[in-house]
């Protein structure tokens, strides 16, 4: 930039601002992009598709495996035979595009299959959490397949190349970029024709408008579904290829955060209309890079812009907005009543398993009763066990992971609070752990409280966060809620986190010098917050969560504030969040940028559903099975070995557990017995009548007799 | 404690259809009445309208009680049931995940004024008199409908039938002054429609309360109500005694759909 000009506020800001307009239109080519495939699938089937980004990822990265020629090999030892297998398939970059395609075709057909089909009739949180689980899954795999290091595309493999093509108002733009701009809008225009002018796409039209109608009338919605997750993923896939090559690398965690953008555009366009998805995102990635022009020192503005962006369409609620969107009446959090609606778990019928358990292991008689009476055991010797845990004699890196798991489990707790109890899904709960750690290095370094006192001080601290986040959902629900807090988590993560994480270091008290110590130090706390949440669940705050999360109509009607009692749940459950920021960054001696991000959050997310989402065992069943079981393992694996298989296997667990019981793995037990008892209701309903029939007939007392007469 | 309604000059519109058009009544404090009138007459838009769910456009409703009159018009549905509006609807709903007990002390949320979150969660300061009381509460409401033996089971699981039931023992739990009932026997079988009328009347015995009440079924409005309203197009008709609004040639004609 010309010195002279920059002198001049005025001469400054313009230069600045139209300079920052191509890279906001390249920006926003990859927005508009990843919206479109959105709304491809979204259009037809009503699945907020959260696994995108990892889907993009996947075939980016077998894209470029296949141009750089990535070797693969495989060892089998079996008894006498040894088999070495391996390929090093290499393709020009062109000719691997069809081939990467139809993977990224073929890729969308399992999932639509496997993953999709059989919640066909779930309710929009269902899917939301089935999609985000997904996510985790495609993404381990890739990081177990291609390796997990981000992947890096070099200037010969890139999509176009990446010489100066033009210049527009002094910023030079490469062939790469212009070429991306071209093949979106090229996109755009074709998805668009393909809608307005061919029956497939007018049959989609028909479904977004009205499910109902458009079956009556003969539409396929099943034939839809699989068209649109093909052509849906094949958009995918050239987005992941395009991205990685506009953006020189890609992962998993990248395109995941970019998802979260073409959600906020495609959301703007009512996640059915094309033409203002893709505006939408090129004015989001426009606005970005003007944000990050004027305010070239604010790390994370740009993030910051796009949530306020999001968060202020949303709440000004223009009509189209909602016009394609489903928004259930419910919170859609499965907590008991009911039968299971998806498929799978139709086929499976734990009672039938329930009855051939039994009779195949004889409990009855002395052992059940022996067990009832000493039920207390287990419990007691679990506790104690915990307390009793850094005395054990075991390898010194078992303090670390058990204080770990502690946090885990206070993080797992906030999630069963909002989520399971409110009904309210947010995924920012990385955010209140960041807000946890700047608040205890706050307090300790900047307001020098001593030493207990900053764990308290991140909790308050927390408060007024929550009611920022509590406000958009005091209007918003469901999908729009996910998004809302998706972009705050995103916002934390960006322009929160890095101010804290790396330069700040917390000062470790005495009294913490060791792991042990610091184990001890958060399970106090983890027990004080367990406590309480087991007050508030078995209390009138409990009940008014769990009356708003079933019907927000029913509880206002019965004089249930609903703002009130969301912004409570909301103050305690980033209360939680932030006390286990606290107690992490006491174990870390500085704010962790891991724990804080979304892509944690998420994984949490999938871990909380598995472990029991409603129910307050489930924090202590997900603790142990995804935070103690893989620090212990890994502890023992070096980095270059680092399995992602934890990860996977909680994803892929979380979508059965979704689709066999909602409730997760803690409330298992329960959900066998309501369903054997489900087939001796039909009795006992007779009985109700009778016996109503027979309270209503009956003359009435003496006492209730005056108050008539009164 | 009893209450008197005063309805005057209600409109809602829906686009350019007019679902209510003006519609106005009284309500005397104790009564039973009857809201009748075929489909599309605005009955259960008037209902949302009284309890806060729905916003009309003009008119007023006011509840007289002995603690003075108030304006419901403006006021969230929550403020409404705090002022002693309780209702039923349509399609019978309550919290389908909790066990009808529960429900019950969720219902009574608002009654639990000695229970704020400190006093909740250390249960100090009349929050545990106030959890014995609600409690308490809630099995007298169990047995007033016979519903004791299905306590523990979630609403999810019930029939229309039981779950009619545990929505009305939840509705006289809070203890309404004005009892706005939305068709309670519609989806249940015949039997339980004979049983309904006389459990209603003791029910609004045992309250007290005013109760507005949408009803199909002839016998069994004409067998509760103390008087009827007649409502056709977003207009009541006419009001009175049950027999003479069933006889009133409008009435009929509406209903009928021919000249009387």
């Known amino acids: 930039?010309?010195?002279?000009?920059?002198?001049?506020?005025?001469?400054?800001?313009?230069?600045?601002?139209?300079?920052?307009?191509?890279?906001?239109?390249?920006?926003?080519?990859?927005?508009?992009?990843?919206?479109?495939?959105?709304?491809?699938?979204?259009?037809?089937?009503?699945?907020?598709?959260?696994?995108?980004?990892?889907?993009?990822?996947?075939?980016?990265?077998?894209?470029?495996?296949?141009?750089?020629?990535?070797?693969?090999?495989?060892?089998?030892?079996?008894?006498?035979?040894?088999?070495?297998?391996?390929?090093?398939?290499?393709?020009?970059?062109?000719?691997?595009?069809?081939?990467?395609?139809?993977?990224?075709?073929?890729?969308?057909?399992?999932i639509e299959r496997l993953v999709i089909r059989p919640f066909a009739k779930a309710p929009a949180v269902t899917l939301i959490i089935v999609t985000l689980a997904l996510a985790t899954v495609l993404s381990a795999i890739t990081q177990q397949l291609f390796g997990a290091n981000d992947l890096i595309v070099a200037s010969r493999n890139a999509i176009f190349p990446r010489t100066v093509a033009l210049s527009v108002v002094g910023v030079k733009v490469s062939y790469e970029q212009a070429g991306v701009i071209v093949l979106v809008v090229a996109l755009a225009a074709a998805v668009f024709a393909f809608f307005r002018f061919t029956s497939t796409g007018l049959a989609i039209r028909a479904v977004a408008t009205d499910r109902d109608v458009a079956s009556l009338l003969g539409v396929s919605s099943r034939q839809l579904s699989i068209v649109s997750w093909l052509g849906g993923s094949m958009v995918a896939g050239l987005a992941g290829i395009a991205l990685a090559s506009l953006l020189v690398t890609s992962n998993p965690n990248l395109l995941l955060t970019l998802t979260i953008k073409g959600f906020a555009a495609a959301i703007i366009g009512g996640m059915t209309s094309f033409p203002i998805a893709v505006a939408a995102g090129f004015a989001i990635g426009v606005v970005e890079e003007l944000t990050r022009h004027l305010f070239p020192r604010f790390a994370g503005a740009p993030e910051v812009v796009t949530l306020g962006a999001v968060i202020i369409v949303l709440s000004l609620r223009p009509s189209w907005i909602f016009r394609g969107?489903?928004?259930?009446?419910?919170?859609?959090v499965t907590a008991g009543g009911g039968a299971p609606t998806s498929a799978l778990a139709k086929r499976i019928d734990p009672a039938e398993a329930f009855r051939v358990l039994r009779a195949a292991v004889p409990l009855d008689g002395p052992v059940m009763c022996a067990l009832g009476r000493w039920r207390w055991v287990i419990p007691a010797a679990l506790v104690a066990l915990a307390v009793g845990f850094p005395l054990l004699p075991l390898p010194s890196f078992w303090a670390l992971a058990a204080n770990l798991t502690v946090i885990d489990l206070?993080?797992?707790?906030?999630?069963?609070?909002?989520?399971?109890?409110?009904?309210?899904?947010?995924?920012?709960?990385?955010?209140?752990?960041?807000?946890?750690?700047?608040?205890?290095?706050?307090?300790?370094h900047v307001v020098h409280l001593p030493f207990p006192l900053p764990v308290f001080g991140a909790v308050l601290f927390s408060i007024p966060v929550s009611v920022l986040v509590g406000l958009p959902a005091l209007r918003l629900r469901g999908l729009h809620l996910v998004i809302a807090t998706l972009a705050f988590g995103l916002a934390a993560q960006t322009a929160l986190l890095p101010r804290f994480s790396a330069s700040t270091r917390v000062v470790i008290p005495s009294l913490l010098n060791s792991d042990g110590a610091k184990y001890e130090f958060s399970l106090l706390f983890a027990a004080l917050a367990f406590a309480l949440a087991w007050r508030v669940s078995t209390t009138r705050i409990g009940r008014s969560f769990r009356a708003l999360r079933d019907s927000e109509i029913v509880a206002s009607a019965y004089g249930i504030r609903p703002v009130r009692t969301k912004l409570t749940g909301f103050v305690l459950s980033g209360g939680i969040a932030a006390l286990a920021g606290a107690l992490l960054t006491y174990q870390l001696g500085s704010v962790s940028t891991v724990y804080g991000s979304v892509f944690f959050s998420i994984t949490w997310l999938s871990q909380s559903v598995v472990a029991g989402i409603t129910s307050i065992a489930g924090p202590v069943i997900g603790a142990l099975l995804f935070g103690l079981y893989p620090q212990l393992t890994q502890g023992s694996v070096s980095a270059s070995h680092l399995s992602f298989l934890p990860e996977a296997v909680a994803?892929?667990?979380?979508?059965?557990?979704?689709?066999?019981?909602?409730?997760?793995l803690a409330s298992m037990s329960r959900f066998v017995r309501s369903r054997v008892s489900a087939f001796s209701t039909e009795d006992d309903e007779l009985l109700a009548i009778e016996a109503a029939t027979e309270?209503?007939?009956?003359?009435?007392?003496?006492?209730?007799?005056?108050?008539?007469?009164? | 404690m009893t209450a008197k309604l005063t309805i005057e000059g209600v409109e809602v519109r829906f686009g350019g259809v007019a679902a209510l058009d003006g519609a106005g009544f009284g309500v005397?404090?104790?009564?039973?009445?009857?809201?009748?009138?075929?489909?599309?007459?605005?009955?259960?838009?008037?209902?949302?309208?009284?309890?806060?769910?729905?916003?009309?456009?003009?008119?007023?409703?006011?509840?007289?009680?002995?603690?003075?009159?108030?304006?419901?018009c403006g006021r969230p549905p929550w403020e409404r049931a705090r002022l002693g509006v309780g209702r039923t609807f349509q399609n019978a709903r309550l919290f389908r995940s909790l066990p009808i007990r529960t429900s019950l002390l969720a219902c009574q949320h608002d009654r639990m004024r000695r229970s704020g979150f400190v006093r909740s969660v250390l249960g100090i300061g009349g929050a545990r008199a106030d959890e014995a009381e609600v409690a308490a509460r809630a099995d007298e409401v169990l047995e007033l409908v016979g519903l004791t033996t299905h306590a523990d089971k979630p609403a999810g699981e019930l029939s229309t039938g039981m779950l009619r039931l545990a929505e009305l023992a939840s509705v006289v739990a809070i203890r309404p002054t004005l009892l706005l009932l939305d068709e309670p026997s519609s989806g249940i079988a015949q039997k339980e429609t004979e049983a309904l009328g006389p459990l209603l009347r003791r029910l609004a015995a045992y309250l007290g309360a005013t109760v507005l009440i949408i009803e199909h079924d002839m016998p069994l409005i004409m067998s509760i109500s103390d008087s009827l309203v007649a409502m056709a197009a977003g207009r009541v008709i006419t009001t009175g005694r049950p027999e003479d609004v069933r006889n009133h040639p409008e009435v009929l004609r509406s209903y009928l759909g021919q000249s009387a």
């Open chain 1, 410 to 444: 206070l993080v797992v707790l906030s999630f069963v609070v909002l989520i399971g109890w409110l009904g309210q899904i947010s995924v920012a709960q990385g955010a209140f752990i960041a807000v946890g750690g700047a608040g205890t290095v706050v307090c300790a």
């Open chain 1, 651 to 664: 994803g892929a667990l979380t979508i059965v557990i979704m689709a066999i019981n909602p409730e997760g």
């Open chain 1, 695 to 710: 309270a209503a007939t009956a003359p009435l007392p003496e006492d209730e007799r005056e108050l008539v007469n009164t």
């Open chain 1, 325 to 332: 969107i489903r928004d259930d009446q419910d919170s859609g």
């Open chain 2, 28 to 72: 005397e404090a104790g009564q039973i009445v009857g809201m009748i009138g075929p489909n599309g007459a605005g009955k259960t838009t008037l209902m949302d309208c009284i309890s806060g769910f729905r916003r009309p456009s003009a008119g007023s409703i006011r509840l007289e009680t002995d603690n003075g009159a108030v304006e419901l």
């Open chain 1, 1 to 110: 930039m010309n010195g002279l000009t920059g002198f001049f506020p005025l001469g400054l800001v313009t230069n600045g601002l139209m300079g920052a307009f191509p890279p906001g239109l390249v920006t926003g080519a990859v927005y508009a992009l990843l919206a479109m495939g959105l709304v491809l699938i979204y259009k037809a089937t009503r699945v907020p598709n959260f696994a995108y980004g990892a889907m993009a990822t996947f075939v980016g990265f077998f894209h470029y495996s296949l141009v750089t020629g990535k070797r693969y090999a495989i060892n089998v030892h079996l008894l006498y035979v040894r088999l070495h297998l391996h390929a090093q398939p290499r393709l020009p970059f062109w000719g691997a595009m069809p081939v990467s395609l139809i993977v990224a075709g073929l890729l969308g057909l399992v």
